[in-house]
């Protein structure tokens, strides 16, 4: 499985915006990059994926690089509510890379 | 829709004790996995299906056993529970298409004393 490396925590002021960043250099050209995100006592949940674009929904934004060796998650004005580990996962075809590997995650800590 | 659903949430067992850990989908999905989240790290796949009838092992298997007799449920077993399988358990699932998300439960907390 491609590996990601993800820094162990970072910091914000909330409503200001967080970058998380995620580097991949052995990325394959299908695997797709997806982001996902545990709030304390939960499960993990979705939050974003993408290919090569960069994308947009109502959660984040995620930035790729042009050579796809790195991407980052993008939370455009952090809330409480996004404090969270955040886990970078490169995602590929074939029944043996649907599955999701998990690394530690960034911890991400949201100050009022 | 319920999405994935776990049973039980919390339970203690002695070491030696056997359970089932139920995981059900109402998603119709192909895939379904197990994980363990110990304190302070990610999430460590234990076994996975990627259809009714099937499983295969994931990186931390060793003492547990799984079935998955009709699609929508996935059955974690514990044959003989040891103080180091405490953990949080989680159960996902998906369909075979790395393009779309991977639906978790809200886990199990599982101590064993």
């Known amino acids: 499985d491609a590996k990601t490396t993800q820094p162990n925590s970072m910091e914000s002021n909330e409503e200001e915006p967080v970058h998380l960043p995620c580097n991949h250099s052995?990325?394959?050209?299908?695997?797709?990059i997806h982001w996902y995100r545990q709030l304390p006592s939960q499960g993990p949940e979705y939050v974003i994926h993408?290919?090569?674009s960069n994308v947009n929904n109502r959660m984040a934004s995620l930035a790729i690089a042009e050579d796809r060796k790195s991407s980052t998650l993008i939370l455009h004005r952090a809330t409480l509510r996004d404090a969270a580990v955040y886990y970078c996962?490169?995602?590929?075809?074939?029944?043996?890379?649907?599955?999701?590997?998990f690394g530690a995650g960034t911890t991400v800590t949201v100050r009022a | 829709n319920a999405g994935v659903t776990q049973t039980p949430k919390f339970r203690v067992l002695k070491t030696g004790q056997s359970m089932t850990l139920l995981c059900a989908q109402d998603?119709?999905?192909?895939?379904m996995y197990w994980y363990r989240q110990d304190p302070g790290m990610g999430l460590r796949l234990i076994h996975y299906?990627?259809?009714?009838?099937?499983?295969a092992k994931g990186e931390v298997p060793d003492g547990y056993n799984v079935s998955r007799l009709k699609k929508q449920n996935f059955l974690l077993g514990l044959e003989s529970a040891a103080p180091s399988q405490t953990s949080v358990y989680f159960c996902?699932?998906?369909?075979?298409?790395?393009?779309?998300?991977?639906?978790f439960g809200q886990g199990t907390r599982l101590t064993v004393v």
């Open positions: 996902a699932s998906s369909i075979p298409d790395q393009r779309t998300e991977a639906f």
């Open positions: 052995t990325i394959s050209g299908t695997d797709y």
């Open positions: 993408g290919l090569t």
């Open positions: 996962i490169l995602r590929g075809w074939g029944s043996n890379d649907y599955k999701l590997s």
């Open positions: 998603m119709n999905h192909e895939y």
């Open positions: 299906s990627v259809g009714e009838g099937t499983t």
